[in-house]
């Protein structure tokens, strides 16, 4: 199946400091990414959808400046969290949609990461 | 926005077979059905797809009725390696992207 990796999985930072992630669709090409964040013990929370080329699409509720979403290639995707804080501590995951040859374009997910804010 | 119902739970024992069955009674005609798995620290990984009555593929079934308001994922001979939290989603099309809006899934404890 497609493959997505994310980079890192796994990062702790200072509070009012700022921390990129990477998404990265393996062996496919997706010209739509998404990412999610996790809270423990709940469901994901899709955040925002991001097309390559274009500017991202932010969920209700999400701040789109201090969640900077850059969609450069059709197999990157990176998210940035601007001056993050505490509350920003959560497990973020991402996607790439595959067409999976269905009118439907199948979501597969990366590992995730793990943002720790001090 | 999750557009999909699923029990919070379940318990089953090795060897059973469960299944986990989601509504989604407002499904569009374009939306197409599709059941991920997650473990704890872990991205959803996908498990099966389907539109209507039976899909199945090396790990499970996918069972659709023929108004497609509900469907049901089928786990043969369940493991202790099966506990995990099961999510039904349809395809949201909004634009041109299929968005997914995940509801609270069903943990499945798989007991010894």
């Known amino acids: 199946g497609a493959v997505v990796s994310q980079h890192p999985s796994w990062v702790i930072c200072k509070s009012g400091t700022s921390v990129k992630i990477e998404c990265r669709s393996l062996?496919?090409?997706?010209?739509?990414m998404f990412w999610y964040r996790q809270f423990p013990k709940q469901s994901l929370m899709l955040m925002a959808t991001s097309n390559e080329g274009s500017k991202a699409t932010y969920e209700q509720g999400v701040e789109k400046d201090k969640f900077l979403i850059n969609h450069a290639s059709l197999t990157l995707s990176t998210l940035t969290v601007t001056s993050a804080h505490p509350e920003d501590s959560s497990f973020y995951i991402c996607?790439?949609?595959?067409?999976?040859?269905?009118?439907?374009?199948?979501?597969?997910f990366g590992p995730g990461t793990r943002l720790t804010v001090l | 926005l999750a557009k999909t119902t699923q029990p919070i739970s379940m318990d089953s024992y090795e060897g059973q077979e469960v299944n986990i069955t989601c509504s989604h009674n407002?499904?569009?005609?374009?939306?197409?059905i599709t059941w991920y798995q997650q473990f704890p620290s872990q991205g959803p990984r996908f498990i099966i797809q389907g539109y209507k009555t039976k899909v199945t593929n090396e790990v499970a079934s996918l069972f659709i009725p023929a108004d497609r308001k509900s469907s049901t994922l089928s786990l043969p001979r369940v493991s202790l390696s099966d506990t995990a939290v099961y999510y039904c989603?349809?395809?949201?099309?909004?634009?041109?992207?299929?968005?997914?809006?995940f509801g609270s899934g069903t943990k499945l404890n798989v007991k010894p």
């Open positions: 407002n499904i569009a005609t374009n939306d197409y």
């Open positions: 996607s790439a949609s595959a067409p999976s040859g269905t009118s439907t374009d199948t979501q597969y």
């Open positions: 062996d496919f090409q997706a010209t739509t």
């Open positions: 989603l349809v395809g949201d099309i909004v634009g041109n992207f299929n968005k997914f809006y």
